[in-house]
């Protein structure tokens, strides 16, 4: 069943969910939502299973038709948000019902947000995973964001019993100024000096960013003397810092597959999300770490999930 119109689709909106894995061998990146704990918080408000489809809004927000009733959350990036004209709150569920209009305007702080629909939206998987991989036109809503005039159905479920509201305590800030743990490597050899450029500098995040990668400027980052300015391309990960022969750093994401260019240090998964709720102008101030605390800081990320779950258990 038809469960929204879209009137409008904002800056830059597509479906997500965690992600196409088990295809980068082939040239498929594993896309997926780029603020993982907002995603999960959006789909528990809802009730729907952590890896429901969702919609993730970039800068500027779309305006809904809601054609069925259904609940929907949203969580990420700080927007103004209006349900028939009048201000409605993110973070916690929200009822809806047919001839609604949901008015999500531009980002006040951070840079991506992730709507939720009861159900999760339904479209077809490719390759295991909804996401949309917009170079590949695969996934997603016919590979594309979303244009005016696009009709999405969600999957039939119950209504919540009461509304959801995620406690202020988890609910994370997205400050201008990011600083965002590394682990040096898997490269770190061909620098020298180059490392200590990149944990005492404060970098801006240029135009160049998307989710393919995040371009930033500030102090140089040379390579040592005697080492090839570029490698043998290899597989990369989300959070590998790669040196152009520019010598400012890149940020990789979740629409790479390979690099060809050193890679002077990894971000830790946890912090990814505050990378991708910078937007150009911001400040990113790398801070080194360990793969002991990187493994520490994840399992309280999880924990922190299954405490919010625990919220709703006898709802």
């Known amino acids: 069943m038809s469960a929204l119109k879209v009137l409008a689709p904002g800056g830059f909106t597509t479906v997500q ?51 069925k009733e259904m609940d929907i959350a949203l969580t990420g990036a700080r927007m103004g948000m209006t349900l028939n004209d009048k201000p409605v709150e993110q973070w916690k ?3 809806v019902k047919p001839g609604d209009i949901l008015t999500i305007s531009q980002v006040q702080s951070g840079c991506r947000a992730y709507l939720a629909f009861s ?13 949309t991989y917009v170079g590949g036109k695969i996934g997603g809503f016919m590979g594309r964001p979303l244009q005016k005039g696009d009709i999405l159905e969600t999957h039939d479920v119950r209504v919540l019993s009461k509304p959801r509201v995620i406690p202020v305590d988890y609910i994370p800030q997205y400050p201008s100024n990011a600083v965002i743990r590394a682990i040096p490597g898997p490269q770190d050899d061909y620098f020298d000096q180059g490392l200590t450029a990149l944990f005492e500098t404060k970098y801006m ?13 500030g102090a140089p980052i040379p390579i ?8 043998v391309s290899e597989p990369s990960m989300p959070g590998s810092i790669q040196i152009p022969p520019d010598e400012q750093p890149i940020i990789l994401l979740v629409e790479q597959t390979v690099g060809g260019y050193a890679k002077i240090a990894t971000i830790i998964s946890t912090d990814l999300s505050k990378v991708a709720q910078t937007t150009p102008g911001d400040t990113i101030t790398f801070e080194k770490t360990d793969l002991k605390t ?10 922190k999930i299954i405490k919010i779950k625990e919220l709703f258990l006898n709802e």
């Open 17 to 67: 969910d965690r992600g196409r894995f088990g295809y980068q061998q082939m040239g498929i990146p594993v896309c997926g939502v780029l603020d993982s704990f907002a995603f999960n918080c959006a789909n528990i408000l809802v009730g729907n299973n952590e890896n429901q489809a969702v919609l993730e809004i970039t800068i500027m927000g779309p305006s809904l038709e809601i054609l």
């Open 93 to 95: 569920s929200i009822r």
């Open 205 to 217: 995040v240029t135009v160049k960013a998307d989710r393919m990668g995040y371009r930033l400027q």
């Open 224 to 231: 040592k003397s005697g080492m090839p300015k570029s490698i």
């Open 294 to 303: 990187a493994h520490n800081l994840y399992r309280q990320e999880r924990n």
């Open 119 to 131: 159900g999760g939206l339904k479209i077809p998987m490719v390759m295991g995973s909804y996401s």
